[in-house]
């Protein structure tokens, strides 16, 4: 019974990452397990990455201005 609980819990992490299925995929419960730890880390960095590049950018040459005051 938690092995349907892991697979259904695979599948939806994989859905909303966007990982997809692949031709590769866990077979046992703790390669599954892995498989969501590893996909929401990237995630997680990818979504930090973007956010700092985004606050970067609207903030713009904050520097420059604090430096001219």
């Given amino acids: ?7 259904a819990l695979y599948w939806t992490v994989a859905t909303m990452t966007s990982t997809g299925y692949g ?8 390669e599954r397990l892995f498989a969501i730890t590893v ?5 997680i960095c990818f979504g930090t990455l ?3 590049i985004a606050a ?6 904050v520097p ?3 430096h001219l005051q």
Wanted: charged share 15%.
């Fill in 1 to 7: 019974p938690v092995y349907l609980y892991i697979t």
């Fill in 23 to 30: 031709d590769l995929y866990p077979g046992t419960p703790e």
């Fill in 39 to 43: 996909m929401v880390f990237g995630q």
């Fill in 50 to 52: 973007l956010a700092t």
């Fill in 56 to 61: 970067h950018t609207a903030n713009g040459d």
């Fill in 64 to 66: 420059k201005i604090d």
